[in-house]
């Protein structure tokens, strides 16, 4: 009876095997959503590499060897201001004005790095290699990074030398190259360096704009589009690279050594189906893409629906199962719904940044005013003014509070 029992079940698992074998007989084609981003990358300008900023920041490795030496070589005092003007403003503000001869003194020690910085966000475009070696498709970013952070600075101390044109200038410049970047980036990676890139702008740009009451750069007044925040293109380039990895993993496995390992394999083979896995991805790539291009408002509406989006009835996984739990394995969107929120928080920063800028702009137009009524009427129409502030319970001096007309001012 137990021997009945023993083939019944090895017959059962054979037949069950048998089912399963014939359910992943055959790989997909390409779905729609695959073509979609396949298109989406064929529709890319061209770019020469003249003009490719991917293309120049690669070599600037090379070229800032010696300002690897010189990072390492800095002075306490500029590794102090370096930390304090990274990301935080407030605390960029505080020491910018005691580092006078430290900022001059970093910027002289580093000035090839800031004359490849500047050379490199004056070119046209931005394209990344389609491969599957990702080492050759991360540039270094810290180069750019750091080259960004000295021309804030210099912003910051032409502004308070009273050139204000040039200070805008580099502000312009500077903004204008990272929402190239952001736009076209064609991988994740480099959408989420543009972005804190461009955080880091407006942290300190603002620095820049207070220091002589400068008006904001022409790029300030402009909205984020939808093409700068969509992932689409960004995620057309990870569905790339994860496709051609995917070839060459496949093609460099090594071949099995024992009659074991090759009947292991054979009998894994049919449960990993490469563009059904594809196929996979691409969903959730679309589906991540259509919440990113969402207006700013549906936004937090959007990602809560795409982490409850039913994925399909659970028997889905009978066929591919090794690429459902690969793509499962990626833990998909929650580790990827942080990079629409990246994109997405620009434009707040952006309304923020120009708000605060306008506002000190009119609080100095507003003293300057108040200092011309105190020293050019009476003292019984200064004191009415002051009567009328307190009774308005004012924190600034108003025109209209002292009976002046604002265009006799």
Avoid at 65 to 79: D, H, I, Q, Y
Avoid at 145 to 150: M, V
Avoid at 252 to 281: D, H, M
Avoid at 346 to 358: I, M, Q, W, Y
Wanted: aromatic residues 6%.
């Amino acid at each position: 009876m137990t021997g009945k029992v023993m083939v019944g079940a090895v017959l059962a698992v054979v037949a069950l095997y048998g089912v399963l074998w014939v359910i992943n007989a055959r790989d997909q084609a390409p779905s729609a959503q695959v073509q979609a981003f396949h298109a989406e990358l064929a529709r890319r300008p061209a770019l020469a590499d003249a003009d490719n900023a991917f293309v120049y920041l690669s070599g600037m490795g090379a070229a800032n060897a010696g300002e690897r030496e010189l990072r390492k070589a800095r002075s306490p005092a500029v590794r102090k201001l370096a930390s304090a003007c990274s990301q935080d403003a407030k605390a960029c503000a505080e020491a910018l004005p005691r580092a006078d001869a430290t900022l001059s003194q970093w910027l002289a020690d580093e000035a090839g790095l800031l004359e490849r910085y500047q050379s490199l966000i004056q070119h046209a475009g931005w394209r990344e290699p389609d491969t599957a070696n990702i080492a050759l498709v991360l540039p270094p970013y810290q180069y750019a990074l750091d080259g960004q952070q000295l021309l804030l600075l210099q912003a910051w101390q032409r502004a308070r030398a009273g050139d204000a044109a040039a200070a805008r200038a580099l502000l312009e410049g500077d903004l204008s190259f990272w929402r190239r970047v952001l736009r076209d980036s064609d991988l994740l990676v480099s959408k989420a360096i543009a972005a804190a890139a461009i955080r880091r702008h407006f942290a300190l740009g603002n620095l820049v704009l207070r220091e002589q009451a400068i008006a904001p750069p022409a790029g300030w007044a402009v909205p984020f589009t939808v093409e700068e925040r969509s992932l689409r293109r960004a995620l057309a380039g990870e569905l790339r690279l994860a496709e051609n990895t995917s070839d060459s993993v496949l093609a460099s496995l090594p071949p099995p050594e024992t009659s074991l390992e090759r009947v292991g394999n054979a009998l894994q083979a049919p449960f990993f189906k490469r563009q059904a896995t594809i196929n996979l991805l691409a969903e959730n790539y679309d589906a991540l893409a259509a919440a990113s291009e969402a207006p700013l408002a549906q936004l937090p509406q959007q990602l809560a629906q795409l982490r409850e989006r039913d994925t399909g009835p659970g028997w889905r996984w009978v066929y591919n199962p090794t690429g459902h739990a690969l793509v499962r394995v990626g833990n998909f969107p929650q580790n990827y719904g942080d990079y629409v929120y990246k994109s997405a928080d620009l434009e707040g920063l952006r309304r923020a940044a120009l708000t605060t800028v306008r506002r000190e702009s009119q609080a100095e137009r507003q003293a300057s005013i108040c200092d011309h009524l105190l020293t050019n009427i009476r003292a019984r129409d200064v004191l009415r003014c002051v009567s009328h502030a307190l009774r308005a319970r004012a924190q600034r001096c108003r025109p209209s509070l002292c009976g002046v007309p604002a265009k006799a001012i």
